[in-house]
Nanobody, 115 residues
Framework: QVHLVESGGGLVQAGGSLRLSCAAS????????MGWYRQAPGKQRELVAD???????KYEDSVRGRFTISRDNAEKTVSLQMNSLEPEDTAVYYC?????????WGRGTQVTVSS
């Protein structure tokens, strides 16, 4: 079983920055993929960014160039540096990992960007 805890959400003005972090705990040997999803009110959950065990990253089009995902395999953490935030980035952000071909999700952290 993998337990995920997110941190770093909050309220920021448009143009500002936040850094989200997610720490995985449990009996973990190798995490296949780690990523961040978000869900805004009234919308479906969507992929924000994902990073494989080798560091290969992919981004949702609207965040590419503004957000950067990184992971630390030794510490079992994944982070999301979010710059140039826009009101449209307001959502609950969820950490997700793939381990032994199963999905595990964190409880989410709120990010609110004011205009």
């Amino acid at each position: 079983q993998v337990h995920l805890v997110e941190s770093g959400g909050g309220l920021v003005q448009a143009g500002g920055s936040l850094r989200l972090s997610c720490a995985a705990s449990g009996t973990i040997f190798w995490i296949q993929a780690m990523g961040w999803y978000r869900q805004a009110p009234g919308k479906q959950r969507e992929l924000v960014a994902d990073i494989g065990s080798g560091g290969e990253a992919k981004y949702e089009d609207s965040v590419r160039g503004r957000f950067t995902i990184s992971r630390d395999n030794a510490e079992k953490t994944v982070s999301l540096q979010m710059n140039s935030l826009e009101p449209e980035d307001t959502a609950v952000y969820y950490c997700r990992v793939i381990y032994t071909n199963r999905e595990f999700w964190g409880r989410g952290t709120q990010v609110t960007v004011s205009s």
